[in-house]
């Protein structure tokens, strides 16, 4: 299968004038059941704890705790690895302890789930084995009760080959987040010929396997590790607990590059099965029944969460009455994967991205969280769902953004749920999607279509009075004169919830879209043409309340129960050790007040934060914990 090249494809259809360690080691390439390895696979810390500690999924009362053992024994005999918990950062207060096998047909991975723990607690762990012990990491579990604050890391498309991942390091020095939830393409299957920014040693060979599309299980497991061997990686899985969905590069099987490389794609080995296998082994995800229910696989025992079927990752993690977090999958059944799923909750012939079981899953949760009053539902969601296309009404071409183009009746029939047009007419307000794919920056308001929704009349365009993280990205992107709201007229009535997307970290955007049509032009012309693109995308969409689509990073979620404020947080990705620049600030609110000053206040509606009289600046969560202690990393 070919690389996908859909924003490229959307830049031809605009028909616009802008050319716009020495050592043996695990996972050896020839055998996926072996201790030993290349002399050159990636390391990023001391053995055999090389790739660090991670923690993901947390829930009240446990959290799943992640490392791998890399070491020189080439024994294929299990490693004992012991684990222990404590309040402290210097683990003196223990609350937990533990050990597990390290084998090699999970890859050597650890996994475990620690119960008993207190809700809304920062816990550190570490791991010991061999006679060495780990990195000390931090977490944190979900309340049970009532908290008046959370905030929400969110980031997406985290290509090692595109970007220094300033981003990442500066979201590591946050001492104050609950979760840090990823939208997908958390690994790439190979670089992007207009974003070579680096190569792992300066070595850009595409013989090599840190720089191609991977062959094998193998060498799908190697790229993790290459992601683990990066220390703001390293350090930000160190310090928070994750979510984490899969996209179309996590778990693409079929071989494909940009660059020339001298492999025959069609000897590729690697299946689907082993994609969302290597994703269950390498990141901190609790796994889920396969019985499509959503329901985790809960394990009390202590020993490896091994999941019942690979291919199912959505989800939902409860974070108390003020928000619940739902992670869906909108990639594993596009055509190119081959599974066929059931569309019987769909009109004969309409095309589905859920799947029955997973539609019926996500409304039931979404609507059972509205009735037990839990103030906002957080969906991390792989692409783009407002629209952001042609509409067809107007008769000309789509342009493929987002893959939501191409099922309208589902996404229909999602904006008809939460709109409460179903039989018993309840509505569920208070829905956030937060998503990644398309590399840009975004704050939307949530429609099916223009076509469904005519009459929405936000205010005119104008362009951000904020500049990006770069000299030459100056009033970076476009949001909207007004709300277009009155006291006694809301006139965006039509939305059902809100979308942020923030970016990506590292992957190109629409500069490296004009680049790519013509490598001649100066990064200013590149970012001029950028805010062409972006001033059509937001006329033809007035949905969309802010677009941004040259810069790169991540945002922040900070939720009450008044509000809901998002942050864009960016870094220039060319530039390692970037310092984070507040590009946007926006806000969505949980009641009306057709009363507010200086202008109304609706549900399910985004707005720049400066059109309600809110000064852009900075938020801080009210909950905060000491760090885990840093640490020299070695990559290699």
């Not at 103030?375 to 789509?398: E, I």
Request: proline share 7%; charged share 20%.
């Amino acid at each position: 299968m070919a690389p996908p090249l859909d924003r490229r494809h959307f830049l031809k259809s605009l028909g616009i004038g802008i050319a716009a360690v020495s050592l043996n080691a695990c996972g050896d390439a020839a055998s996926e059941d072996t201790l030993t390895a290349p002399a050159d696979f990636p390391l990023g810390l001391p053995l055999p704890f090389a790739h660090g500690v991670a923690s993901g999924d947390p829930l009240a009362d446990r959290v799943i705790l992640w490392t791998r053992v890399t070491h020189v024994d080439p024994s294929e005999s299990p490693v004992r690895v012991t684990w222990e918990v404590a309040r402290d950062p210097d683990l003196q207060q223990i609350v937990a302890r533990g050990a597990q096998d390290a084998i090699a047909a999970r890859d050597w991975t650890v996994k475990v789930d620690v119960v008993g723990l207190e809700p809304a607690t920062t816990y550190h762990y570490r791991f010991s084995a061999l006679g060495q012990t780990s990195i000390i990491g931090r977490t944190r579990t979900a309340p049970a009760s009532a908290v008046d604050n959370l905030r929400f890391a969110v980031l997406s498309c985290s290509s090692y080959w595109s970007s220094y991942w300033s981003g990442l390091g500066n979201l590591a020095q946050r001492n104050d987040l609950d979760l840090v939830i990823h939208c997908g393409d958390y690994i790439y299957d190979y670089p992007d010929e207009d974003e070579l920014v680096r190569a792992r040693n300066g070595d850009d060979d595409t013989a090599l396997p840190d720089y191609r599309d991977w062959l094998d299980l193998a060498e799908l497991r190697r790229r993790y590790a290459l992601w683990r061997s990066d220390p703001n990686l390293l350090s930000a899985h160190q310090q928070h607990p994750w979510f984490i969905v899969w996209d179309n590069h996590d778990i693409d099987e079929d071989y494909g590059n940009e660059l020339a490389t001298p492999y025959d794609g069609q000897k590729s080995m690697t299946t689907l099965e082993q994609t969302t296998q290597a994703f269950w082994e390498w990141t901190p995800s609790r796994p889920v029944r396969a019985d499509g229910s959503g329901k985790f696989l809960l394990v009390d025992d202590g020993s490896y969460p091994v999941p019942e079927d690979t291919r199912l990752v959505y989800r939902h993690l409860p974070y108390g009455p003020l928000a619940d977090v739902f992670g869906v999958d909108t990639q594993i059944g596009l055509p190119g994967h081959g599974l066929t799923l059931d569309a019987g909750h769909l009109p004969t012939g309409t095309p589905t991205l859920y799947g029955r079981p997973q539609f019926e899953w996500i409304t039931r949760s979404l609507r059972t969280s509205h009735q037990a009053e839990v103030t906002w539902r957080v969906v991390n969601n792989q692409a783009w769902f407002s629209p952001a296309d042609v509409p067809a009404s107007s008769g000309l071409p789509k342009l493929g953004i987002s893959r939501w183009a191409d099922y309208p009746g589902e996404r229909a029939a999602l904006c008809e749920f939460l709109r409460g047009d179903g039989p018993d007419g309840v509505a569920v307000d208070g829905t956030i999607f937060v998503s990644g794919d398309a590399h840009g920056n975004l704050g939307s308001d949530v429609i099916e279509s223009l076509d469904v929704v005519p009459d929405y009349e936000p205010g005119a365009l104008l362009r951000n009075p904020r500049n990006g993280s770069t000299p030459e990205n100056e009033r970076a992107g476009w949001i909207h004169a007004t709300t277009g709201n009155t006291s006694d007229w809301n006139s965006r009535a039509g939305s059902v919830a809100v979308e942020f997307a923030p970016s990506s970290m590292g992957r190109g955007g629409a500069d490296e879209l004009v680049k790519h049509s013509n490598q001649a032009w100066s990064f200013a012309a590149q970012v001029a043409g950028a805010r062409t693109l972006e001033s059509l995308l937001a006329g033809l969409n007035p949905n969309m309340q802010f677009i941004e689509w040259v810069d790169h990073g991540y945002g922040i979620v900070d939720l009450t129960a008044e509000r809901a404020l998002f942050e864009f947080w960016w870094q220039d990705k060319l530039t390692p050790d970037s310092p984070d620049v507040l590009g946007m600030q926006m806000v969505t609110w949980a009641r009306d007040d057709r009363m507010a000053l200086p202008t109304p206040r609706y549900r399910n509606q985004i707005d720049p934060v400066s059109l309600h009289g809110m000064a852009t600046e900075e938020t801080s969560g009210t909950r905060t914990s000491s760090p885990a202690p840093a640490f020299v990393a070695t990559p290699r």
